[in-house]
């Protein structure tokens, strides 16, 4: 149950994998379509929030913020847990990432994160010249290296808004190459159809519906499924996801300081 929720949390694609091998020759460049980071589909101090359901029950409350720092992107994901869930088991977390271009890719990721049983405390960052990350795991007093195999990756904060960022129209296919923990992920996003309808307080428009799925480095079955606004905003309106622990609904709830939109 928590390890379901943590993992609702941050809308993962975080699929449990094994560690990645040491490269033997300079990787692929990262194929992810070219992103205008002057034109982006979020202001600075873009917030969105989303009401995790699971089962019909309300299970977490999650607020994303985007700032602008100026060589680069950081956002915030703020949780805390809601209804029976907040008696049976309730947690709190604050995970943050940072994006710096060109080209597009994580160069830190970290959480903090308190449940009844357990607190964690860490921060991930990534050096690319050297092709490794280091991990400090502030809560248990610990310093991990693991490898970096390709030449941009996403954390599972980042991955959220490179999913917003480029075009897509119904047939595009992106690879993404995701780190959570000291593993690589590899999954494929694919824009299968354009489509209007409606979702919670948000009238019937025009959305994109985006599907991911886990390719390589995981055993773990399941998917992510996002519908987000077919407009220069790229706003994610809804999302289901289904993994191993069940399958979780993600609506958008609340939102402030969104770009506007040109008519």
């Not at 560690?19 to 982006?40: I, M, R, Y």
């Not at 699971?54 to 299970?59: P, Q, Y």
């Not at 960022?165 to 296919?173: E, I, M, R």
Request: proline fraction near 7%.
């Amino acid at each position: 149950m928590k390890r379901a929720l943590v993992f609702v949390s941050v809308l993962g694609l975080a699929f449990a994998s094994g560690n990645s091998p040491v490269p033997t020759a300079e990787p692929a460049p990262h194929p992810s379509p070219l992103v205008d980071f002057k034109h982006l589909p979020w202001a600075d101090g873009e917030t969105l929030t989303y009401l995790v359901s699971w089962t019909a029950l309300e299970a977490a409350e999650g607020t994303f913020v985007a700032k602008d720092k100026g060589d680069h992107w950081e956002f915030n994901l703020g949780l805390v847990s809601r209804g029976l869930v907040d008696t049976v088991y309730p947690f709190t977390g604050n995970f943050w990432c940072l994006l710096a271009p060109t080209p597009w890719r994580s160069t830190e990721y970290g959480e903090y994160r308190f449940e009844p049983s357990r607190a964690i405390k860490e921060r991930t960052r990534v050096d690319y010249s050297q092709r490794v990350a280091t991990r400090e795991i502030w809560s248990k007093g610990e310093t991990k290296t693991f490898p970096i195999t390709e030449n941009a990756v996403d954390d599972i904060g980042t991955l959220l808004y490179h999913l917003r960022a480029g075009p897509w129209k119904p047939g595009d296919k992106r690879t993404l190459y995701v780190y959570e923990s000291n593993s690589e992920t590899e999954s494929e996003a694919e824009c299968q159809a354009r489509e209007t309808r409606a979702w919670g307080k948000w009238p019937a428009q025009p959305l994109l519906r985006i599907l991911v799925l886990p390719t390589k480095g995981t055993h773990h079955k399941g998917h992510l499924l996002l519908w987000m606004t077919d407009d220069a905003r790229h706003l994610p309106l809804h999302a289901e996801l289904e993994f191993r622990y069940g399958t979780f609904d993600i609506d958008l709830v609340k939102t402030d300081k969104l770009l506007p939109i040109k008519r």
